[in-house]
Each structure stands twice: as structure tokens, then as C-alpha cells.
């Protein structure tokens, strides 16, 4: 006794008198290994991954755009931070001055006269002064006592 054979599509059951080839239905005519199941069932389960996909692409461009946004954000906000304030860029002209001050001090303590060092000793205290260091104005007001001191002038 052979294992019976139903048709995929109509459900005939092969029988031992069917003059069909194997493999195909005696009763709707079709190929076995031909048949797919009908399209109808497959389009409707196409078309729910199909649709679950370009909800899943939704989300990935609004995931997209939402980190976009948020790293542009961030990007605004450190620029913000970064940003000198008018205090900041004050003290800076004010270190540029001192720096400058400072150079000339280097410059006129290794060629100029001891009155020149003793005066721009008194331009870099001074300096500091402006740039509301403390502890720099105080390290160079003793430097210009000291300059001043040995230029025999006056303080
Ligand atoms: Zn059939």
C-alpha cells in the first residue's frame, strides 16, 4: 500500500486507477512541484512585514533626526560655552598687556639702562594690575622695588 497522495490545491486524493502522471492531479490538472500556494494568502502576508518595515524605517528616521537634532544641540550649546564672555575677553586683553609688558621688561633688562628696567618692571606691575592678578602684581611690584632700588630712583 503506497503512502496516498493529496493534491496541494484541491485536496484530491490521488487513487491507484488515476491515468495522471505522478506528481500531478488527476482531478485539477496541476504540477505538484510546480504549485505555490496561492498568491492571495502571500500578498497579505507580504504586505504586514512590508508595512511593519516602513514603520521600522519611521522610527529609524526619527531615531535619525532625533540625534541629529540632539548633536546639533550639543554642538550649539559648547559653542555657546566656549563663547568669551566680555569679562573673559577683557582679561585676556588684559594678559595680552601683561605679556607684552613682560617682554619689553625681558628685552630692556638684558639691554637697557637700570632706570628703563626699574620703569617697565613698574609697566608689568602694572599690568597686573589691570588684569586684577594679585599675586603677579605683588611678585612685580617687589621686582620693581628692587629695580628701582638698585636704578637709585626714587619709589
Ligand atoms: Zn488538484
Not at 23 to 35: L, M, R, S, T
Not at 45 to 55: H, R
Not at 122 to 137: F, S
Not at 141 to 149: L, R
Request: proline share 6%.
Amino acid at each position: 500500500m503506497s503512502t496516498p497522495i493529496f493534491c496541494p490545491k484541491c485536496g484530491y486524493k490521488r487513487t491507484e486507477s488515476d491515468t495522471a502522471p505522478i506528481g500531478e492531479c488527476a482531478k485539477c490538472g496541476i504540477i505538484f512541484a510546480k504549485y505555490r500556494p496561492r498568491p492571495t494568502t502571500h500578498s497579505v502576508q507580504g504586505s504586514g512585514p512590508a508595512q511593519s518595515k516602513q514603520g521600522q524605517t519611521k522610527v529609524g528616521t526619527t531615531l535619525v533626526f532625533g540625534l541629529l537634532i540632539a548633536g546639533l544641540a550639543y554642538i550649539l550649546v559648547s559653542a555657546a560655552r566656549q563663547l568669551p564672555t566680555p569679562e573673559d575677553r577683557l582679561r585676556s586683553i588684559h594678559y595680552q598687556v601683561a605679556t607684552d609688558a613682560l617682554n619689553q621688561y625681558g628685552m630692556v633688562a638684558r639691554s637697557g639702562t637700570p632706570i628703563d628696567i626699574c620703569v617697565h618692571a613698574g609697566l608689568v606691575a602694572a599690568a597686573y594690575l589691570q588684569a586684577n592678578d594679585e599675586e603677579k602684581y605683588r611678585q612685580w611690584k617687589t621686582t620693581e622695588n628692587i629695580d628701582c632700588t638698585r636704578a637709585n630712583v626714587p619709589r
